[in-house]
């Protein structure tokens, strides 16, 4: 009786659990409050001291601002706006704003307020935890990258000659509020930099040179507007290609099962350097690679894979690429997979390309409390190749396949004292969806989580996903199949026992 | 103890049941060994698409799987033979890409994410296994030995000439035509032993589906009605043998038209009129039958001879007439070449230029069937001990299909099925003989109980041998006559078969597999990094290729319909850049694709298919190109400083061998695979620019260039920018006149 009467219940299961599923936590991207073209944010903040780094050292520029922000209003206020030249503004990667004092209190929430078309300037808001009290003193610490900021000049160049990138930017960091005093510092991959601005904004050279740091200012800009932008231009060396990933879409599949973490991720790779001038030729590549000598097209990537990784993959639109070499992991070390695309890529050159491979589920996935049904699954959000240049990625697409009839979907990323990389949670898109594969009645619970314009900084970030998957769910299949091919065999034997003949019997 | 269990077993009620379960198992294990015996592509490189072929059939899958099956039958294909295009639907056999797509749409239904090119490159292997199933049927019917069948299953599933066709990756027509060739003859011979209009139908259904997957159904378009129009010659007419051919005839006919590429063809073509003859002859054999039964001997011999002659010189004059008049096609192209092995050297050099059409050289047979190709010709006389309907089939099979096969290396593929029959025929004759446990005490029990008396030898016959040692030593012979073929098969398999010729592999000073890649590489940068409608122009080899790895418009490919066009690829691949050049230009080609294998000592290249160009070329421009001009005063083909002007000069030669002598010492440059030492200036290319070359220079592109922004010929252009002063007497002093040309 009590097989049976378990029997039902899982079929039950399997006709109801569809409209059971409960669409938690799935925050789309709530509407932005879009502002009038005119919008001027009030003055109610003056930024006392402002240090602005650059860093180039790689294929996109990173900055981090420090700013000592004093609120010179009334009111307690909470809202501190960040300002970006319009082009600039879908190009910030990853930003993130902490209190510099206590970076251990995570980030402040950051929230995109778009000023409505034309405008010379977009904001993002910071909102602070607790509104700053009048006359008080805070520092920020503001970091992102610039997507897309590196130029090659000249655009197109020699299959044998050296890269120049340049990066142009104001002197003056664009703010929506007055600043006191700010300074930039440029620091470049090597000391030949060729071409730059020099200004007349203070006394003596400007920009300073220390090695491989250039530092413009520090300015005294308590009497220059807000908004105020004094162009500069830096060109120099970059014998790196840099990486752009068009998109990536990056496949976590979870297998209770199996206890298996199957990740695939597909990319569609551009290198954004200098273009050839010529076409490639294959005699000066065979001698480039025979000297070693550094080239703007991407040899080989390095990809670190977490331990324990097995059966990796590197294929294209038309098979294996049998230019990979795996090297597994070994004690404490990571794996390391060294793949070559088919051919160098070149500035201007594409290349899209899979690779997968499996994880042993149990480091990744735990229940929330024994006994319960709950479960959290701890994965890396991004991953991809580690290189000394950097990758770029305009959009990421990340799907975690739960298992079927997982339900009471959460997620969220994990933060920590330092920025990993990522957006605020505003800024990530998720939805819920549900996939179809191997013997599946209902589909998977898939969450999809996208976010533009990510560099590899965010390479470590974690991903913690929390759902409730019940015992029941997990036999739904072995039950569906053997009820399928009992049927299967009682149908063929029903049929089996008709007598069409036209004989007499 | 085991040898009673074992008679238990074999003997009585249940041993026919444990003997049933046992053959099931057999022929499970034959399936699943000829499946396996076709993965070492897979293993050893990837599951990857083989050849040529099979990448069109692979694309055209896609094509359907994604666009549905109405798009796929009225697919014109804007991208191969540009600007002309290509109604791909009507043209092509649909019956493999519907297969596969069934496949695979069944398997979605089951939500299981199989690949689409998983399923085209184990589609082969997995009908290789039911050809196995098919043959022991077929097989079954010739003969009362038990083992036949299982015998011929077994060779099917392994013998190199099916292999050969059927590997895993080789996804053509022949994957799953040579199946449906089996299973339709296992029908026939179902039908005419039984005459029942059942099988004939399903006969006719199986045609028609072997209609839909391969040109080759002509072969049983021809095969069935000789078959019958033999019988009926040696007196053997039955309402047998006219209800199943009748049913076949009509039914088969239909569903045949159902294809477009195929049509109004059976009532039309030349090819297809024995069927029709057939058919009205057996008509009137059976008026002839049914009226005899009411007319006295003498007369209706009189009546049929005067009626014979009447309805055959009737049908003949209407043949002719009709031929004549053009409503009947002659015979095509291909098919005088079965008569004539020289007719497509003069006639179509685009047949000849296929290496896989050329005449079957003798070792091949063996290399390709191994000791079947010995048991064949004792299988057939077999056949002629015991006369029966089905093995006239058989005897008619095997004459047409080895003159075939002598004729076509291709055609060995439709003769392994009738030598695996008759060679299993033969081996179970001899098995029974010799295999035999010494005559049971049944038989010499019920002799002994015989009353009659007569002479003691004639009274127990004992047939059969009783020797042991004969026994042992002829069993033994033959079984190693049969590990020998297992693995002879294994190793043609392996060594010959199972390479995808899209990607090559070699061995590393270590001993370590090098997968040379060119192919892939080249074809993969066309397809990321050139635009969507880039026009390739290649050799027509590679149109199927770049058509399916670099998904770019092509302007030849390896169908082959168009043969002008093809030639006036050959001419601009075989003339001087200027004459080439406006040929570029009229047909939009961005890109020039050459394959070249003198850095690697890889033969398959173009310059050594470049005498085909030539003379295709030649067969429409002979005042333009000329074969004799690319042999030496001495008749030899070289690439050397002895070449002839008007090689070096070719844009073959020139793009081939640009900029190759910069990879070696000065004056070192070296042809591998011509061992030729070649000239220390590289030719000098002004129309073209090299665009891309990989990585073992397999694969050469050069990009078409635009028109010269100031007007000037490439060749002048070229000069400029070089330095070379330009001549001052070239240039024309006087009033500027327009030019006219």
């Known amino acids: 009786m009590r097989p049976f009467a378990t029997l039902v219940t899982a079929l039950c299961g399997l006709v109801l659990s569809s409209s059971s599923i409960v669409y938690a936590e799935s925050t789309f991207a709530s509407p932005k409050p879009l502002l009038p073209a005119d919008f001027k944010p009030p003055q109610v903040f003056k930024n006392v001291n402002l240090v602005r780094n650059t860093n180039l050292e790689k294929g996109f520029a990173r900055e981090t601002i420090n700013v000592v922000v004093e609120n010179v209003d009334k009111q307690p206020q909470s809202d501190y706006y960040l300002s970006f030249p319009s082009d600039l503004f879908g190009r910030v990667g990853g930003l993130e704003v902490r209190d510099k004092k206590e970076t251990e209190k995570g980030r402040f929430e950051v929230e995109a307020a778009e000023v409505d078309y034309p405008s010379d300037v977009q904001y993002f ?51 929506a509020y007055q600043t006191m005093t700010q300074k930039t510092k440029l620091k470049f991959p090597s000391t030949n930099v060729p071409d730059y601005t020099t200004t007349d904004l203070k006394s003596g050279e400007d920009p300073e040179r220390q090695g491989s740091t250039y530092t413009y200012g520090p300015y005294d800009t308590a009497k220059i507007e807000p908004g105020t932008s004094h162009p500069v231009t830096v060109r120099y060396e970059f014998t790196k290609p840099i990486i752009t990933a068009t998109l990536l879409e990056r496949d976590l599949e979870v297998s209770h099962w199996g206890g298996n973490l199957a990740t695939e991720e597909r990319y569609w790779l551009r290198n954004n350097g200098s273009k050839l001038l010529n076409h490639f030729s294959r005699v000066d590549w065979t001698v480039a690679n025979y000297q070693q000598s550094p080239s703007s097209a991407i040899r080989e990537l390095k990809y670190p894979l977490k331990q324990g990784s097995v059966d990796p993959y590197f294929t294209d639109d038309i098979g294996n690429v049998s230019t990979s070499h795996y090297r597994p992991s070994k004690g404490n070390r990571e794996a390391n997979l060294e793949f070559k695309p088919r051919y160098p890529v070149f500035g201007g050159w594409n290349y899209s390309f899979r690779l997968g491979w499996n994880n042993d589920l149990a480091p990744f ?35 975690v396949i739960l298992p079927e009839g997982a339900r009471n979907v959460r997620y969220e990323t994990v933060e920590g004292s330092s920025s990993n990389g990522l957006p605020s949670a505003g800024q990530i898109q998720s939805s819920l969806s549900s996939h179809k594969t191997f013997l599946d009645t209902l589909g998977r619970t898939v969450l999809t989580l996208a976010v533009e314009s990510l560099t590899d900084e965010a390479r470590d970030s974690q991903l913690v996903v929390t759902y409730d998957y019940s015992f029941w769910e997990g036999i739904r299949k072995p039950i569906t199949i053997t009820a399928g091919l009992f049927s299967v065999f009682a149908a063929a034997w029903a049929i089996g026992n008709i007598d069409v003949s036209i004989k007499k019997r | 103890m085991a040898e009673s269990s074992v008679d238990v077993l074999l003997k009585g009620g249940s041993g026919r049941s444990a003997r049933g379960l046992l053959r099931i198992i057999i022929l499970v294990t034959i399936a ?115 083992s036949a069948g299982l015998l011929a299953a077994a060779f099917m599933g392994i013998t190199p000439g099916y292999i050969s066709r059927s590997v895993a990756g080789s996804y053509d027509n022949e994957a799953i035509a040579i199946f449906l060739l089996v299973f339709t003859f296992f029908l026939w011979i179902k039908a005419v032993k039984i005459g029942s209009i059942m099988w004939g139908a399903l006969t006719a259904l199986f045609y028609g589906y072997m209609v839909s997957a391969w040109g080759g159904y002509v072969f049983i378009t021809n095969l069935i009605p000789l078959h019958v129009f033999v019988l009926l010659c040696m007196g053997r007419y039955s309402s047998r043998l006219y209800i199943s051919y009748t049913t076949w005839y009509a039914l088969g006919t239909l569903a045949s038209m159902q294809i477009p590429f195929v049509g109004f063809l059976p009532i039309r073509n030349s090819d297809h009129m024995s069927a029709l003859g057939v058919f009205g002859l057996l008509q009137l054999v059976a008026f002839a039958e049914f009226v005899r039964g ?40 291909r098919f005088y070449s079965l008569w004539d092995t020289g007719y497509a050297k003069i006639h179509i050099p685009i047949i000849a230029s296929v290496s896989e059409h050329q005449p079957t050289a003798w070792p091949s047979f063996f290399f390709d069937l191994n000791f079947l190709i010995w048991l064949f010709p004792a299988g057939v006389y077999i056949c002629f001990r015991d006369l029966k309907d089905e093995h006239v089939f058989v005897i008619i099979y095997a004459v047409l299909s080895s003159y075939f096969a002598g004729v076509m290396v291709r055609l060995m593929l439709t003769l392994t099925p009738i030598v695996c029959v008759a060679a299993a025929l033969v081996l179970s004759y001899i098995l029974d003989i010799y295999l035999k446990a010494s005559p049971g005490p049944v038989t010499r029990g019920r002799s002994n109980e015989d009353p009659s008396d007569g002479l003691r030898s004639a009274r127990n016959p004992e047939v059969g041998i009783s020797s042991y040692f004969s026994k042992a030593v002829t069993t033994s012979a033959l079984i190693v006559y049969l590990l020998m073929f297992v693995a002879h098969c294994t190793w043609v398999t ?98 020039v694709l050459v394959v070249f294998g003198g850095l690697l000592g890889y033969s398959g290249d173009d310059i050594n298919k470049f005498l085909w160009m030539v003379r295709i070329a030649e067969g429409i421009w002979p005042d333009e190109v000329k074969e004799r001009d690319f042999f030496t005063p001495k008749g030899e083909y070289r690439v050397d400083d002895q070449a002839t002007p008007t090689m070096r000069n070719s844009l073959m030669y020139k793009t081939s061998y640009y900029n190759f002598n910069k990879l070696f010492p000065m004056g070192q440059a070296t042809d591998r695979v011509r061992g030729a030492r070649l000239p220390a200036e590289s030719p000098q290319l002004s129309t073209l620019e090299e665009a891309f070359t990989s990585e073992n220079w397999i694969i050469r592109i050069y990009k078409v260039k635009d028109l010269d922004n100031f007007g000037r010929d490439h060749n002048s252009a070229v000069a400029f920018d070089r330095g070379n002063k330009r001549k001052k007497a070239t240039k024309k002093k006087g009033a500027r006149v327009l030019r006219s040309e």
Request: charged share 15%; net charge neutral; proline share 6%.
């Open chain 2, 294 to 333: 009411f007319i006295p001997g003498k007369q209706f011999q009189r009546l049929l001879t005067a009626s014979i002659i009447l309805t055959s010189g009737l049908a003949f004059v209407g043949l002719v007439v009709l031929t004549m008049s053009g409503v009947i096609a002659p015979w095509s192209g």
């Open chain 1, 125 to 175: 808001v910071v909102h602070l935890p607790e509104p700053l009290a009048s006359s008080s003193q805070i520092t920020l610490g503001i970091s992102y990258s610039l997507l897309n900021s590196l130029h090659p000049r000249p655009a197109a160049i020699e299959q044998s000659d050296r890269q120049f990138l340049t990066y142009s930017f104001s002197a003056y960091v664009p703010s």
């Open chain 1, 365 to 399: 996935l735990r229940r929330a409390a024994s006994g319960t049904d709950s479960y959290a699954l701890k994965v890396p959000f991004l991953e991809g190749p580690k290189m000394a240049e950097g990758l770029q990625y305009e959009k990421v697409v990340l799907r």
């Open chain 2, 32 to 146: 699943a060994a000829a499946v396996s015996s076709r993965l070492f592509s897979v293993i050893r490189f990837e599951s990857i698409i083989h050849e040529f072929d099979p990448w069109f059939n692979f694309r055209a899958t896609k094509y359907l799987v994604q666009n549905g099956f109405y798009e796929f039958w009225d697919w014109f294909d804007d991208r191969t033979w540009h600007p002309l295009g290509r109604v791909t639907g009507g043209t092509l056999y649909p019956g493999l890409m519907v297969t596969s797509g069934v496949i695979y749409h069944v398997l979605r239904f089951l939500t299981i994410p199989v690949d689409i090119r998983n399923i085209c490159v184990l589609l082969a292997p997995g009908f290789s296994g039911l050809t196995a199933l098919a043959m022991y049927l077929l097989t079954n019917e010739m003969s009362s030995s038990p």
């Open chain 2, 494 to 591: 392996s060594n010959a078969y199972s390479s995808p010729s899209v990607v090559l592999a070699s061995r590393m000073p270590d001993g370590s597999q090098f997968i040379i890649d060119d192919y892939r590489e080249a074809y993969y940068w066309l397809r990321q990094n050139t635009p969507a409608n880039a026009k390739i122009m290649s050799w027509w080899d590679y149109g199927y290729q770049i058509g399916g790895m670099a998904d770019r418009p092509t302007l030849v490919d390896n169908n082959t319909w168009n043969n002008t066009h093809i030639a006036t690829v050959g001419k601009a691949m075989s003339s001087r850049e200027e004459v080439s050049y406006p040929i570029l230009r009229q047909h939009d080609v961005d890109y």
